[in-house]
């Protein structure tokens, strides 16, 4: 995607003001740029490789299955900058959003958990969690937040290897998510799409903003680069989530 020189004017701001003012369901699709103010690195953006791997072919199922221990010292070093992490003034404005009359229900495609710590109350994570581990043996899933690992792999008290509870890009994501989303769109007439700090690469994260557009919702990009969602929108906001947020949260009460 191309790097975009045109930044947030005052009237795209106001037009997303004025619509937040309005909305009582709000849906957010955020992806690694809404945490990357809050030192997480994006997997395509500066610091993203790791010991000169490239995320994207580190984050398979293919690798893990290959290399266990060395695709576990990468989440062990991940673990450790999304635990050191704290919510940036993009999460915290998003939770800020949230009152008795306005409805915002997240879906993120981080693996961290910056929007719970803000104080976001509805957050669906498409890819899983950083902190939850699944045995390959007995399928078990539970959470585990030490960090470093005092072993790599680490292992389930029944033996197993376990892995990541993450979903990898050669995996599909969890129906149980899946679910939640349909029973959302099933319930709410949504007002308002705010898709932030992701390409938007996936089919289906452009397919629930696209299909909320369609059924009324206005289409807001915030995102200093263009992104594959970009020609669908009806207000692009050109710059960094955190800054961006902050300023609409200032005018919102
Ligand atoms: P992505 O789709 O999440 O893209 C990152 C986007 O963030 C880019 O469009 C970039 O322009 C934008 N961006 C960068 N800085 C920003 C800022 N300050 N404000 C707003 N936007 C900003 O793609 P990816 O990074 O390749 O990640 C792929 C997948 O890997 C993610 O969908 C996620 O599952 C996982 N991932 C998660 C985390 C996390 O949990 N924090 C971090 C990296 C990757």
């Known amino acids: 995607m191309t790097t975009d020189s045109h930044h947030a004017t005052s009237t795209e701001l ?65 673990r450790g900058l999304v635990a050191a992490a704290s919510p940036n003034p993009a999460h915290r404005a998003l939770a800020a959003f949230e009152n008795s009359d306005r409805e915002v229900f ?3 495609q981080n693996v961290d958990d910056l929007h719970e710590k803000a104080g976001s109350s ?20 539970y959470e585990d937040r ?11 008290a029944c033996g197993g290897i376990l892995r990541p509870g993450v979903v990898w890009f050669d995996e599909d994501i969890p129906p149980a998510a899946c679910a939640e989303i349909e029973a959302y769109f ?38 200093p680069s263009e992104t594959a969602l970009t020609p669908y929108v009806d207000v692009r906001v050109g710059g960094k989530a955190g800054e961006i947020l902050a300023e609409i949260e200032k005018s919102v009460h």
Not at 122 to 141: E, N, Q, R, Y
């Open 14 to 78: 106001s037009q997303v003001v004025n619509a937040l003012r309005n909305a009582t369901k709000i849906l957010v699709l955020t992806g690694a740029g809404v945490s990357a103010e809050s030192n997480i690195p994006t997997f395509r953006g500066e610091g993203g490789w790791w010991r000169s791997q490239n995320p994207q072919e580190l984050a398979t199922f293919t690798a893990f299955n290959k290399d266990p221990h060395f695709v576990w010292k990468w989440y062990d070093y991940r």
């Open 106 to 108: 997240i879906i993120t």
């Open 122 to 141: 509805h957050v669906v994570h498409v890819h899983g969690s950083i902190w939850t581990v699944i045995c390959l043996k007995d399928g078990t899933s």
């Open 146 to 156: 030490r960090v470093p690992l005092p072993e790599l792999p680490p292992r389930c």
């Open 186 to 223: 099933r319930r709410v007439k949504i007002d308002m799409v705010l898709v932030i700090g992701t390409e938007a690469t996936f089919d289906y994260i452009r397919d629930w903003a696209l299909r909320a557009k369609n059924s009324g919702a206005l289409l807001v990009e915030i995102n």
